[in-house]
């Protein structure tokens, strides 16, 4: 079959249902996403006002706020806001924007005192965003002038489990409610209490979404990821999700191999019988891919740069009781996702090379094994035709879908696998 030429058809108005055809059709027919979504700078503007502009936008991990004073300065849909705590450790976010004359108050996360101030005129806020210093402004003269009508606009902001979220849509539901059943699903780790151990930030030469689709799906894994198979079999696969704007699979049991990269941890206390023994592998819509093990987590925060360029902020966490864990023993686990996370980055650097280069129309997905990115995708067009809705999940954890076979160890509030009684 011949190349496809230069195409001479009107771009397409992502805003409309007609341009998500493909995507629309159920799992057995649909297809992947076209190129444009990828390398196109329209759409990559557009994907920031309408997905990142009004989604629950993880910024950051909850204990990156600590000490108190501490300002976080994040991208949010293109429009710049500080996420820090007031007196009370209550959470509060603004406008990185003086409301004075708009001069940018804060470059970069820093740890500041009781006051935010602004470089240029020294205007100052405290840390619920109360305009509290105005220095020789009264003076020179004004009238009716009310410090109270020019606090900081505020940025709706939330905690989940280790998680930061901010959102710039205030009609926008709350974040347990955005991601439906996963707070119950990973109730029994109690992630609020794991701490940030090591981060590591790099940039990819590749679109957000290609690293988050990448994650979701294993078919991949024999050819891209040897080693992972060993520990992470295909046939261990199973589907993980319910109500909510999530895509998960889990691996169930993680097998160990001769190097112990997954027993050099001591797991966390209290877990059931299904947590103690499984890899929850987990893609929080839109920009989070989160892997929950027995003795550790890895976020992987994804910052999208341009469609070709993604900043992944990358930390492991570890529950408590491994504040004293060896370096030698993270290490071992520590190498181990790196190694991993450089294989990913290789393929989906040469995804987007691929992209970039012409010549590709949308492929059929693959039922059993990137089934999540359909979900993945459908999420995606809903946000960017407007539509705002929670999607339904599989109706329980213990059936064969899509080729898969039983879960043995299904989650515990699945359908005829009760949660415990406290």
Not at 23 to 40: G, M
Not at 319 to 335: I, L, Q
């Amino acid at each position: 079959m011949p190349l496809p030429g230069p195409s001479i058809t009107p771009a397409p108005d992502w805003t409309s249902e007609d341009a998500w055809v493909g995507t629309r059709r159920p799992i057995l027919e649909a297809h992947a996403l076209p190129s444009e979504a990828y390398v196109d700078d329209a759409f990559f503007a557009l994907e920031q006002d309408r997905v990142f502009g009004t989604s629950w936008v993880c910024v950051g991990i909850a204990d990156e706020l600590d000490p108190v004073g501490q300002v976080l300065v994040r991208d949010l849909g293109g429009r710049s806001v500080l996420i820090t705590r007031n007196g009370n450790g209550e959470l509060r976010g603004f406008a990185n924007t003086c409301r004075h004359r708009g001069t940018q108050l804060v470059e970069a996360d820093c740890t500041l005192g009781r006051t935010i101030r602004c470089p240029y005129h020294r205007w100052g806020y405290d840390r619920d965003g109360v305009l509290v210093a105005t220095p020789q402004f009264a003076d020179a003269g004004i009238d009716r002038f009310d410090p109270a009508d020019y606090g900081l606009h505020t940025v709706r902001v939330e905690q989940w489990g280790c998680l930061l979220f901010a959102t710039l849509d205030d009609s926008a539901p709350s974040v347990p409610e955005w991601f439906g059943d996963l707070g119950q699903r990973l109730a029994g780790y109690r992630l609020a209490d794991w701490r940030s151990h090591q981060t590591q930030v790099l940039e990819i030469a590749a679109n957000w979404k290609l690293i988050s689709e990448n994650f979701q799906e294993y078919y991949h894994l024999r050819w891209v990821h040897p080693e992972l198979a060993k520990v992470s079999r295909v046939e261990d696969h199973y589907r993980y999700q319910g109500d909510g704007m999530y895509c998960g699979q889990t691996t169930t049991p993680i097998s160990s191999d001769e190097r112990g990269d997954w027993d050099a941890l001591r797991p966390a206390e209290g877990l059931d019988s299904s947590d103690i023994t499984s890899g929850r592998f987990i893609a929080l819509f839109p920009n989070v891919v989160l892997s929950v093990l027995p003795n550790h987590a890895v976020v992987m925060r994804l910052e999208p740069l341009a469609p070709g360029l993604t900043r992944e902020t990358c930390t492991w966490l570890l529950p408590p009781g491994s504040e004293d864990v060896p370096d030698e023993d993270f290490a071992v686990t520590r190498d181990f996702w790196l190694t991993i996370n450089g294989e990913d980055i290789d393929i989906v650097e040469r995804g987007q090379l691929g992209l970039q280069g012409g010549g590709y129309t949308p492929g059929r997905l693959s039922p059993r094994f990137e089934e999540p990115l359909h979900r993945f995708h459908n999420m995606l067009a809903d946000r960017m035709t407007g539509t705002h809705r929670i999607p339904a999940g599989d109706l329980a954890d213990d059936l064969p879908l899509h080729g898969t076979g039983v879960n043995p160890l299904p989650w515990r509030g699945a359908p005829g696998h009760p949660l415990p009684t406290p």
